[in-house]
């Protein structure tokens, strides 16, 4: 077992554990927080590397596909618009460890909502479809608006912290 595959098994007993104990969305709220503080590293690394102080809807959209491929996710974008940012993927971070585990889909989400929620003043996130759920990949569609389609559609919901709308 190297260091990697050990992370993994780790992630997986803690999230399963969390699931089993407190239930799936107690356990969702408490890998949500680590989800948005992971968000807000990236966050910043991606506005730093880019040398701006907000990334646009384009750069967001490759920041969220980059960050997953840069921890062995392999995201691709669907649909971009003024509306969305609909992302496939093909392979887990989590690799085969994420199956039967829906709680870890909130690392997704928060790190997707807070980049962003941060750059672009809201988001609502809704994983449609997740390999954790038994899913043959994931589907993720990220709302940056809370008008039309967005309104109706589940997901959760994220908001700018420095309030830029």
């Avoid at 077992?1 to 699931?19: E, H, K, P, W």
């Avoid at 691709?76 to 940012?85: A, P, V």
Wanted: glycine share 10%.
């Amino acid at each position: 077992m190297d260091a990697d595959r050990f992370m993994r098994v780790i992630i997986r007993d803690l999230s399963g554990t969390l699931q089993d104990t407190i239930g799936l969305e107690d356990a969702k709220g408490f890998i949500s927080v680590v989800g948005a503080r992971i968000g807000d590293q990236f966050d910043a690394l991606y506005r730093a590397a880019l040398k701006q102080a907000f990334l646009g809807r384009a750069e967001v959209a490759l920041a969220l596909v980059d960050l997953k491929r840069r921890i062995g996710g392999d995201f691709f974008i669907i649909e971009e618009s003024d509306e969305k940012i609909v992302l496939g993927n093909r392979v887990c971070p989590f690799g085969t460890y994420v199956e039967g585990r829906p709680a870890l889909c909130m690392m997704t989400s928060n790190v997707f909502g807070r980049i962003a929620a941060e750059n672009l003043g809201y988001a609502k996130v809704n994983v449609e479809e997740a390999i954790a759920n038994g899913h043959k990949g994931c589907r993720v569609v990220v709302y940056l608006n809370r008008h039309g389609e967005a309104a109706e559609a589940l997901g959760r919901e994220y908001y700018s912290v420095e309030a830029r709308q």
